[in-house]
């Protein structure tokens, strides 16, 4: 029919049933499986239909049925039992902030997706699970904290395999009046709208509010009738254009998220990254200063002090980088905005790269936003190795060990992924308070009072509800493609109770290396088909809509699936997200994660696993290499590099069968008891897993190790109208100026060989070029084995400075002298970035 416009009629809802609407428009739900049952009980098939959403549930359910519940004594128990854990939960005054940090100045949280539920699907994958679990335990754990990301209205895409296995994407646009979403709205009551200009044109933005629990995020969309067509696309699509859209949706979630704060009036002391898409927002925030009365310089430092980086990204390709041509087509005005000049400017940003056989200057959102904050982390201890090797290049001189980017190991919202059924079980042995000391490792010791047979009967529940979601899918794909009644029908057989199974969910990025698994197929082939201890495997995930080779994965696992030794025991789930990410992480009895070491910056999907009792099997790499204590899973291959990655495959591939068929197999299978048993390794991935890869230890790291001192640091900076800032900024503009002059000579006295517990003296002559000698850190360094050690050199008042450096160990030495400029107040030893070996 013709549409001449939609209207939306609200439900009545029945007075013992008004708050229902209240909950729908709160996330909460989103990790309370009491609260969606509310609404799935009202119609079990929209719910399913509209992807488990409470707002379209309401709007589509018959009056005659919310009147018939109504009358339902059973139905308005569980109703008023919920309501009252969520008015517990939102009025809760003593929490783990108002004990533990009290005086805690506001975060603001920039992300370019976020995960919160499938029915609001703005998020691609581990990044946006990762922003928005972040965003549930800071909510949990009572902090001052608004997250701003983008309304995308048809979202990442959906996706659709046809008959040969090949996935196509599909993009639906979204109603945004069944989200839980409403109009932000300024103090005075207004609509909230913020503009910015892109390039020769300004882009009106409209806000939403979404409520998280405790917290809140505004969200910006482009989509309103004062933007062109073209225009209205920049919050079309999440990560769907090309470098001149990326662009253009990175000024909207920095400029227009400052401004969206401001516009709101939401106060914010600290500022987090989240990955380099959100460098810009420090454009907007040093624009403010500039505005306010301070110099560029002045006021970078004061923006920068209060800010943080969080990287996620240990593969070159996956930085953006832009080419300035690019950048001066959207940025090209804001040098002028910021009293500084576009050399100096795009200097915080260069990275030079080889586009096109040549060796260029681009804009790197990465190196830009090191520069623009000063604090910066990593997502595992071992990817804050690589991320300090990878960005080492911008301290010239320095060790990479000594490049400022520490690390906060991921982790993941336990109560979003652990199911109800497990949740029920570790209630019979945790305190009263579980859900509210997660990261309490002591704690979690508890579970070893759970039974083998309680254990098994939960994970058997979580397991049938996993293949009976499996099947439906599978049933739903085959009818799509015109499958044979005789294929449709054996849908209904697909999987087994009885056979250990194994789960892989991934993004289909080529260094996840998917079909690792198939290297070997005859030999895959005799584990997934011994009559006594059968194997049987799930697979999801999806690749970029651009990126064919992983397309190719998804079509080789697809085919494999389809061969007759495999049909049926190789199942591929098309369009993953959270929705089947829970059913696998609950119902598999094993997850595999075998991507390209040390690619893998942290990965989440195998500690929601593990919090359901499902061991991981995974490469050491990203949080297993710190998980993994011999007790609670497997590893995979060895803890070393390769230079071939062809053998590195072969190797790893090695090693999961082995291990698959010596140790999983037997273990799973086996009738041993004690730590032998399979019970005492599921026992052990909850005990130790829960914990320390809770969001909620992940949270609490943020807050100690860089939200308090960053907070501190910046109001320090900021003080007094910028004077320290003043201070800093100056200081290292007459440093630099004068650096290329000074010099720097040493001599050491080294014995050929030597006992431990000697020392040599080191003598140092320095040329300050006028730079004062207090200023100047003059040490010497020892390099034993690649372990440094750093000994400071004493100014004796006329440019020489000298020491006694002391050899404790036996061992090979190099012995090296350098000079560092400092002075107090700097985040870091080396953020003036100058460095200057004799």
């Not at 009147?67 to 339902?72: C, F, M, P, S």
């Not at 608004?146 to 599909?170: P, R, S």
């Not at 859209?245 to 401004?259: D, E």
């Not at 995930?541 to 190719?552: E, L, M, Q």
């Amino acid at each position: 029919m013709n549409v001449i416009g939609k209207v939306t009629v609200l439900p009545q809802l029945p007075p013992g049933l008004a708050r229902l609407s209240e909950l729908a428009y709160n996330l909460y739900w989103s990790w309370t499986p009491q609260a969606q049952a509310l609404y799935q009980d009202l119609d079990p098939q929209n719910w399913e239909r509209f992807h488990h959403n409470p707002v379209r549930t309401l709007l589509d359910v018959p009056q005659a049925r919310l009147e018939q519940v109504a009358a339902d004594p059973a139905y308005l128990a569980r109703y008023a039992q919920v309501m009252a854990d969520f008015d517990a939960y939102m009025g809760k005054t003593d929490t783990w902030a108002s004990r533990n940090a009290p005086d805690m100045k506001p975060v603001a949280y920039f992300s370019m997706e976020y995960a919160y539920h499938e029915s609001l699907p703005i998020y691609s994958g581990g990044l946006g699970v990762l922003a928005g679990d972040h965003c549930k335990s800071a909510s949990d754990l009572g902090l001052p904290f608004t997250a701003v990301g983008m309304l995308f209205h048809q979202g990442y895409f959906t996706q659709l395999f046809d008959k040969d296995g090949w996935q196509n994407e599909t993009y639906d646009e979204l109603d945004l009046t069944t989200l839980p979403i409403t109009p932000a709205t300024t103090p005075d009551g207004q609509e909230a709208r913020v503009s910015v200009r892109i390039g020769n044109r300004d882009i009106h933005t409209r806000l939403w509010n979404l409520n998280v629990g405790r917290i809140r995020v505004i969200l910006l969309d482009a989509n309103v009738p004062e933007n062109s067509e073209e225009d209205r696309k920049l919050t079309a699509r999440l990560y769907g254009g090309n470098q001149e859209l990326r662009l253009q949706q990175y000024v909207l979630l920095g400029v227009a998220g400052i401004r969206a704060l401001r516009a709101l009036n939401i106060p914010g002391d600290v500022y987090h990254m989240n990955e380099g898409h959100a460098a810009l927002l420090s454009l907007e925030r040093i624009r403010e200063q500039v505005e306010s009365g301070l110099d560029f310089r002045t006021a970078l430092e004061t923006v920068a002090s209060s800010t943080l980086f969080t990287t996620h990204t240990p593969v070159a390709a996956g930085n953006d980088a832009f080419g300035y041509d690019l950048v001066d087509r959207y940025l090209g005005k804001w040098p002028g905005r910021l009293a500084t000049t576009r050399d100096d400017l795009y200097a915080l940003a260069r990275h030079e790269q080889v586009w096109d056989n040549h060796l260029v200057p681009t804009f790197s959102m990465t190196v830009f936003a090191l520069n623009m904050s000063r604090a910066a982390n990593g997502v595992s201890e071992l990817h804050g190795e690589v991320s300090r090797k990878m960005w080492n290049f911008l301290y010239e001189g320095a060790e990479p060990e000594e490049v400022p980017i520490g690390h906060v190991t991921n982790g993941a919202h336990n109560l979003t992924f652990t199911s109800q059924a497990m949740r029920d079980l570790l209630s019979t042995v945790l305190p009263a308070d579980w859900t509210e000391r997660l990261e309490d490792e002591q704690m979690w010791t508890a579970v070893e009072q759970l039974t083998d047979e309680q254990l098994r009967g939960v994970q058997l529940t979580m397991k049938r509800e996993m293949i009976a979601f499996v099947r439906s899918r599978m049933r739903e794909q085959m009818l799509r493609n015109g499958a044979s009644a005789a294929d449709v029908a054996a849908t209904d057989t697909l999987l087994s109770e009885t056979a250990l199974t194994i789960g892989f969910a991934r993004r289909f990025a080529t260094y996840k290396r998917a079909t690792l698994l198939f290297r070997d197929r005859a030999r895959l082939s005799r584990i997934v088909n011994n009559p006594d201890r059968p194997v049987q495997f799930v697979f999801a995930g999806k690749a970029h809509p651009a990126d064919n080779p992983g397309k190719a994965f998804i079509q080789e696992i697809y085919k494999v699936s389809q061969e007759p030794e495999f049909r049926g025991k190789i199942v591929i789930l098309e369009n993953y997200d959270m929705n089947v990410a829970r059913h696998l992480v609950q119902g598999v009895d094993i997850w595999l994660n075998n991507p390209r070491r040390p690619l893998e910056a942290s990965g989440t999907s195998g500690m929601k696993a593990s919090f359901n009792g499902s061991p991981n099997f995974s490469v050491l790499d990203g949080w297993w290499r710190e998980g993994y204590d011999s007790t609670n899973g497997w590893p995979i291959g060895e803890e070393r590099e390769y230079a071939d990655l062809n053998v590195q495959d072969d190797a790893d591939a090695f090693s999961l069968y082995h291990t698959l068929e010596h140790d999983i197999v037997p273990r799973y299978y086996g009738t041993a008891g004690g730590d032998d048993s399979w019970a005492h390794t599921v026992r052990r991935a909850i005990e130790t897993c829960s914990p320390r890869f809770s969001m909620q230890r992940q949270v609490i790291d943020y807050v100690q190790k860089y939200y308090l001192p960053l907070a501190a640091r910046g109001a320090a900076v900021a003080a007094s109208g910028g004077a320290q800032a003043r201070e800093i900024a100056g200081w290292k503009t007459w440093v630099r100026q004068q650096w290329p002059y000074t010099s720097l000579s040493a001599q050491a006295t080294l014995p050929a060989t030597t006992q431990p517990g000697q020392t040599v003296p080191v003598t140092a002559q320095v040329n300050a070029a006028g730079i004062n000698l207090d200023q100047l850190r003059v040490e010497a360094v020892l390099d034993r084995s690649g372990h440094i050690t750093r000994v400071p050199l004493t100014s004796q008042g006329d440019g020489t400075f000298r020491a006694d450096v002391p050899l404790k160990d036996s061992g090979l030495y190099s012995v090296g002298v350098r000079m560092v400029p400092e002075i107090d107040g700097l985040s870091n030893d080396l953020e003036a970035g100058l460095i200057k070996w004799a």
